[in-house]
């Protein structure tokens, strides 16, 4: 994913040196976008975004507003008081930072055709690419995983979604501006079949399969650092600066996202800005001990807490099997349990009131594995 320099005499000569210039989330076609139709949004991290008329469309819908009550970093907010933001807002800045990197491809490489419907495609996949997270985001695949299932966010996001467009009629909006739902969905994935093979490069955008370097994590990572109060040195503005279009090697399915080499250092840093969240915030010992507490809580309180929809029951950890009873939780449950005077949920009860009293677990022992085999034997 690095180029030589002779890329940079391919680049826009004001491409390193006025980024301003790279207008973001801006389209000459009057059809898909015209600035008076979009809105704009006063981001913490992003400043002033510009938001397309049809993502404004998702966003005004009980399916998206559901994610403002789902924590974006689950229990690291019982450790860290600042980490109170929300899967709303990151799924804001993911749209905006994947209509930023269409812009900057088209700018920086010549000839590059990236279509209106291509670009609004990609911008509505990263609106939309964690529509399906549970109450507090992974761990509820942790707590669904304690019941043998083995359920992913992106397939619920998809899930989700296909709802979204039903439940709202947004259906004939999506044709208007001829849009295909399965290549949006493949763009959440990363991966599909819908795009051409000299146009599957707009796979890595949200979800880069190839090497992790992706927009998805852009936000998150400046969104989690500004929050925790933690210093992010990592820019990705640079990393818009200098991406490109190349043609694909051996080995590779067609051309691929590409950064001048001499990125490499700002690259390395993305990496060591993302080790350095989970070893100070994501993998901290009393955010871990923290959900372990919470999704005990859960498993305590999953027989006897019910989501209802068209007469039949779905225990917590079935709900993900029906978007219709996934719509309806979110880190809210966790006040219902609490509040219920259902004498069954006492045990559940117990252990959030030990989560509010902050009496987490006590370690007993660790060992440390040399190797995986040592682990498996």
């Not at 208007?176 to 991966?191: A, D, M, Q, V, W």
């Not at 219920?340 to 006492?346: F, H, P, T």
Request: proline content about 4%; overall charge negative; some cysteine.
């Amino acid at each position: 994913f690095l180029c030589s320099d002779d890329m940079k005499r391919s680049l826009s000569p004001s491409c390193g040196c006025h980024l301003s210039k790279i207008s973001c989330n801006n389209n000459n076609n009057n059809n898909i976008m015209t600035m008076d139709q979009h809105k704009v949004f006063n981001d913490s991290v992003h400043g002033h975004m510009k938001v397309h008329p049809l993502c404004v469309s998702i966003i005004d819908t009980p399916q998206f507003q559901r994610l403002r009550y789902i924590k974006q970093l689950s229990t690291s907010y019982w450790v860290y008081p600042g980490a109170c933001h929300n899967r709303f807002e990151h799924s804001l800045g993911v749209s905006y930072l994947a209509g930023c990197m269409v812009d900057a491809l088209v700018h920086n490489t010549p000839d590059l055709v990236i279509t209106p419907e291509e670009k609004l495609s990609v911008e509505i996949a990263g609106l939309c690419h964690d529509l399906g997270h549970g109450p507090w985001s992974h761990t509820w695949e942790r707590f669904v995983k304690q019941f043998g299932h083995e359920w992913k966010h992106e397939q619920g996001s998809e899930e989700m979604l296909d709802y979204l467009i039903e439940d709202n009629n947004l259906a004939p909006k999506f044709e208007e501006y001829n849009l295909n739902l399965e290549l949006i969905k493949e763009l959440i994935r990363g991966e599909g079949t819908s795009l051409p093979t000299d146009k599957r490069y707009l796979y890595q955008i949200i979800a880069n399969k190839s090497n992790d370097i992706d927009v998805d994590k852009w936000d998150y990572f400046l969104r989690d650092g500004h929050q925790l109060n933690l210093k992010i040195t990592f820019d990705y503005s640079r990393m818009l600066a200098f991406c490109v279009v190349m043609p694909g090697g051996p080995g590779l399915d067609g051309p691929q996202i590409a950064f001048r080499n001499k990125e490499a250092p700002n690259i390395f840093d993305m990496f060591r800005v993302r080790a350095d969240l989970h070893w100070r915030a994501y993998q901290h010992a009393a955010v871990k001990n923290t959900e372990l507490l919470l999704v005990d809580a859960l498993v305590a309180a999953n027989e006897f807490f019910h989501v209802e929809v068209d007469g039949k029951k779905y225990r917590l950890s079935e709900c993900h099997e029906n978007v219709k009873a996934m719509v309806q939780i979110t880190d809210h449950i966790l006040n219902v349990i609490q509040y219920s005077q259902d004498s069954n949920l006492e045990p559940a009860q117990a252990l959030i009131k030990r989560l509010m009293k902050r009496k987490l677990y006590t370690l007993l022992g660790e060992y440390k594995f040399d190797k995986v085999r040592g682990l498996i034997e």
